[in-house]
């Protein structure tokens, strides 16, 4: 499975932006589909998972309510939509892919878990 992440930029607090990852691989709709991203100089941080119909989602409690991760299995795409954005959600974002199940949050929260990801593309919002 090989990830492309997209749509990252520069905007100002208050603004809206939508990322977008592309799987290449005949297994993406029974993959779950995560974001993390990283800021400089600290460490790799969840954002959301999907699972692999869509139907469930997480949430890190610092973009709950301001961003949705969402799938189109037809298109091999995980989205992420990122609202009401603030300077501290500048940071690299990285899509990733889990071929496991899991039901502990912790674990889904873990960057070890997921075995493919995309090489990152740049958030920066300024105040």
């Known amino acids: 499975v090989q990830l492309q992440a997209s749509g990252g930029g520069l905007v100002r607090a208050g603004d809206s932006l939508r990322l977008s990852c592309a799987i290449s691989?005949?297994?993406?709709?029974?993959?779950?589909m995560a974001w993390f991203r990283q800021a400089l100089g600290k460490e790799r941080e969840f954002v959301g998972r999907?699972?692999?119909?869509?139907?469930?989602?997480y949430y890190a409690n610092a973009v709950k309510g301001r961003f949705t991760v969402s799938r189109n299995n037809a298109k091999n795409t995980v989205y992420l939509q990122m609202n009401s954005l603030k300077p501290e959600d500048t940071a690299l974002y990285y899509c990733?892919?889990?071929?496991?199940?899991?039901?502990?949050?912790?674990?889904?929260?873990?960057?070890?878990?997921?075995?493919?990801w995309g090489q990152g593309t740049l958030v920066t919002v300024s105040s």
């Open positions: 990733a892919a889990d071929t496991g199940t899991r039901s502990i949050l912790s674990e889904m929260r873990n960057p070890s878990a997921y075995d493919s």
């Open positions: 691989g005949r297994t993406f709709s029974t993959h779950s």
């Open positions: 999907i699972n692999w119909s869509g139907g469930h989602t």
